[in-house]
């Protein structure tokens, strides 16, 4: 079966790191552009990042609110993709989705996993 | 970064009857390709976002025919035949043109 399926999350104190793993099957992370959205408590859809796929060179591509303290990365082997997220903020309280990025489209996406960041 | 705005906000829509949702965004989305990277998706209550258009009118595997996208440039419409009680949730555009990619602020549908 073709999905996704995120975890990590949890509350963490302002300043503070955590990592999100988004594990993929039926398919490899490493074809496809894996991108990061996420969702405020009772807001809307917030893009977070990608990482380009194998082929376009593995790149990494942020949103303002994140360049700098998040770092978007991949294991092939695992065939896991990764949100590093360092200096965690309370406004990064969200879920958090990973989708899979085909053609400018997102056509596969996570169950999603929620962050607090909370003292 | 591209500016995605959607109306109405909300809409409430009686069974069986038809509803639109206009996308706007402050550039062209067509791409030196050609393509306009125009996509739709549907957040249903609890569940994640699911893709039901991509570049404008394509409807994604497993979309039913009740749904149909048109526009270009910078103007789009989501369009449903006949609302069904499974078609309740929010409705976000999103542009595939550029990074940032950015979402429009969503349409959110229910029944009367």
């Known amino acids: 079966e073709v999905q996704l399926v995120e975890s990590g999350g949890g509350l963490v104190q302002p300043g503070r790191s955590l990592t999100l793993s988004c594990a993929a099957s039926g398919f490899s992370v490493g074809d496809y552009a894996m991108t990061w959205v996420r969702q405020a408590p009772g807001k809307g859809l917030e893009w977070v990042g990608l990482i380009r796929s194998k082929s376009y060179g593995g790149t990494t591509d942020y949103a303002a609110s994140v360049r700098g303290r998040f770092t978007i990365s991949r294991d092939d082997s695992k065939n896991i993709a990764y949100l590093r997220m360092n200096y965690l903020r309370t406004e990064d309280t969200a879920v958090y989705y990973c989708a899979r990025s085909f053609e400018r489209r997102l056509d596969l996406w996570g169950q999603g996993i929620l962050v607090v960041v909370s003292s | ?112």
């Open chain 2, 1 to 112: 970064e591209i500016v995605m705005t959607q109306t109405p906000l909300s809409l409430s829509v009686t069974p069986g009857q038809p509803a639109s949702i206009s996308c706007k965004s402050s550039q062209s989305l067509q791409d030196r390709d050609g393509r306009t990277y125009l996509s739709w998706y549907l957040q249903k209550p609890g569940q994640p976002p699911q893709l039901l258009m991509y570049e404008v009118y394509n409807r994604f595997s497993g979309v039913p025919d009740t749904f149909s996208g048109s526009g270009s440039g910078t103007d789009f419409t989501l369009e449903i035949s006949r609302v069904e009680a499974e078609d309740v949730g929010v409705y976000y555009c999103m542009q595939g043109l550029q990074n940032p990619r950015t979402f429009g602020p969503g349409t959110k549908v229910d029944l009367k």
